[in-house]
């Protein structure tokens, strides 16, 4: 009896799917949970698994063919009716055999350059001795001569040592103190070609600093990339966001506000517990778990940031659900951390990692890249001061976090200024100014300010 497979429910609102690639084939048998094929959707990229045991009958969905929800994808019976399409396939088996018979045809002229071992004296000429009789290469025994003036140009090249000799004299020769060494090796530069300055040609100091600042550094190569001068089609995770990417820019007023924050105080305690962090979790300590904290925080204290806009009415949620940005091969994907507001810094490393690798890997559930109410992007990660992110429609705010770097700040201390190195980094909060204004933008990036410069995170790292 045959089980027909239909494309499920893959998420809210979520009403088609197109198939990306098929995983089996007709006869092919396959066991329950396992994958059938790949589907991609306007939420997420995934796996579609067998319900059931049994073997490929038909496949009924073509790929890059775009379905609705509940449309039979493919058919699994017990094998019966796939049973033919083997035996339609053995005639296909039987040219291949005749592809070893061919092939010692093919090898037959092959046999010829035995006779190369004979020319081995000159090989170029092998070739071309080839089609003559072996015979032929005997009495041309004159190329052992002939060897002989190949030799000389080979001993030639001898003189063109003598400006590496000169180096050498210089360096290598001579006796070269270990400092010297060292330094040379530090600096990259070859001692063989450092003319020395001191008694006798003996390399000094002097001579490696300045043969290492007179060295002109090579240009690092550029990776030409293989797709220029191509086209090629947009995927369909490529097409929905652009698509939402338009709509959310002319659906809505979007404007950024940036403010810059002194977390030196956050930068010392990462430093001071980043190691006890690994061993006890088994996950990195970035600053990404302290702005996504701070950040949830500062959104239960102003939740219009945290709000979206329903026809002409404003709703307020009852969680924080922070979307993390990810960028994947793919495009870029925004999972979601719920209940934000609930966790520690050691709560908010561990499922930013957990997600951020599904998502790369393409195994998160359509549910977790939904429910959003509040987007963090790490524009530093890729190097970044700052951006002006786009917002996620319906949400209405982005918050963008830039690069930690170090500056010079002048800093008051009991009235008295001084110049100090501080780590800073920029946060960039797009918003939709029809229900957030700018003093609601500012009063949120001045509560997040706050708690990332007083560093008071202790109590939070959940260790």
Sequence with gaps: MSESVSLPALGESVTEGTVTRWLKNVGDRVEVDEPLLEVSTDKVDTEIPSPVAGVIEAILVQEDETVEV??????????????????????AA?????????????????????????????????????????????????????????????????????????????????????????????????????????????????????????????????????????????????????????ISMNTSAQLTTVVEVDVTRVAILRDKVKGEFVAKTGNKLSFLPFFALAAAEALQAHPIINATIDGESIVYPAQENISIAVETERGLLTP???????????????????????????????????????????????????????????????????????????????GLDSIAIRSCVYLALSYDHRIVDGADAAGFLSTMKRRLEAGAFEGNLGL
């Design 94 to 246: 039987a040219p291949v055999a005749e592809a070893p018979v061919a092939a010692p045809v093919a090898e037959a002229p092959a046999a010829a350059p035995i006779a190369a071992p004979v020319a081995a004296p000159a090989p170029v000429a092998a070739p071309v001795a080839a089609p003559a009789p072996a015979a032929a290469p005997a009495p041309v025994a004159a190329p052992a001569p002939v060897a002989a003036p190949v030799a000389a140009p080979v001993a030639a090249p001898a003189p063109a040592a003598a400006p590496t000799s000169r180096g050498s004299h210089a360096g290598t020769s001579g006796y070269v103190t270990p400092i010297v060494r060292k330094l040379a090796n530090e600096a990259g530069v070859d001692l063989s070609t450092v003319v020395g300055t001191g008694v006798g040609g003996r390399i000094r100091k002097e001579d490696i600093v300045s043969a290492s600042s007179s060295s002109t550094v090579a240009a690092p190569a550029v990776t030409v990339s293989a797709l220029r001068g191509t086209t090629v089609p947009m995927s369909r995770l490529r097409k929905v966001v652009a698509e939402r990417a338009v």
């Design 70 to 91: 509940g449309t039979v994808l493919v058919t699994i019976g017990d094998g019966s009716a796939a049973a033919p399409a083997p035996v339609a396939e053995a005639p």
């Design 336 to 414: 979601v951390v719920r209940d934000a507001a609930g966790l520690d810094i050691t709560g908010f490393a561990a499922q930013i990692a957990d997600l951020a690798e599904r998502t790369r890997e393409n195994k998160l559930k359509p549910d977790e890249l939904s429910g959003g109410t509040f987007t963090l992007t790490n524009t530093g990660s890729r190097g970044a001061l700052f951006d002006t992110p786009v917002v996620f429609l319906p949400q209405s705010a982005i918050l963008g976090t830039g690069i930690v770097y170090k500056k010079p700040v002048v800093i008051t201390t009991d």
